[in-house]
């Protein structure tokens, strides 16, 4: 890795190495972590503000940037695995495609590599990881152990039900290619189930975004058109801990709505 690429993963994250990437986690890098914990902390002032009006509460609040930091992560890890996920679908459908017509399964894993990089680009994650097991193929090892591991790595079990069904495929001398071609439906089948979902999904999720937005507007709006209507709220002990209780379920609502709008297949 030269060190302008060094440099550039330092800085924007997300870098990856074939063979070696660990998908079920995502390193952030120093832009990212940066514009996270300024999102933490605007978060933290607003929440101070709506719900307190106190330098003291945004002080006690401002360590949630830190936990808004780990929180960005995991959503950018997430959403990287759900495009290998999404490649990973393609490719498998490629990889039958060409067993079908007649490449060796190690030709077939470099035919789908090249053909993965023309359908998503040189950055494609599973023409990377395709690309890196027919190398590897021609140094002597086993196409069945390189998936695997990348199975191990992806953190994916669609990925792993792949590896397991070509290892015993492998071990067992069947049919491979019609094997192959059965699992890949069956698994493709589920990841086109579960892109639906997220699609039919999509109006709700950005109505719950709208929906974690409308509290602040409201108390934000009263305080500018009529500051004394909700100065009771934030002056003695009675205020403060009503306010907290507020604050207490507003979380549990947005924490349900997301488990709501978690759907696995």
Known sequence: ??????????????????????????????????????????????????????????????????????????????????????????????????????YSLENAIGQSAAELKDMFGEDSLMAGEFGYIHGQIGQNRQAEELIRAFGERSALKDVVTFANVLALAKRSQGELVPIIRHTAQVIGDTIRVEEEIETVTAAKRMEQKVM??????????????????????????????????????????????VKILDIEV
């Open 1 to 102: 890795m030269g060190a302008r690429k060094r440099i550039r993963q330092f800085l924007m994250g997300g870098g990856r190495v074939p063979g070696q990437t660990q998908y079920a986690t995502y390193r952030m890098g120093a832009c990212e972590i940066l514009g996270a914990a300024a999102m933490g902390m605007g978060i933290a002032g607003l929440v101070a503000y709506t719900f307190y009006r106190s330098v003291i509460a945004f002080l006690l609040l401002s360590p949630f940037a830190l936990l808004f930091v780990w929180y960005w992560g995991r959503l950018l890890g997430e959403k990287r695995r759900k495009r290998l996920r999404s490649e990973f679908k393609e490719g498998i459908t490629l990889l039958a495609a060409s067993l079908q017509a007649g």
């Open 212 to 257: 974690a937005c409308i509290p602040f507007g409201i108390v934000l709006y009263l305080n500018a058109a009529s500051g004394d209507f909700f100065s009771v709220m934030y002056e003695g002990a009675a205020g403060r801990i009503l306010m907290s209780v507020f604050l207490g379920l507003y979380v549990l609502a947005q924490v349900l709505a």
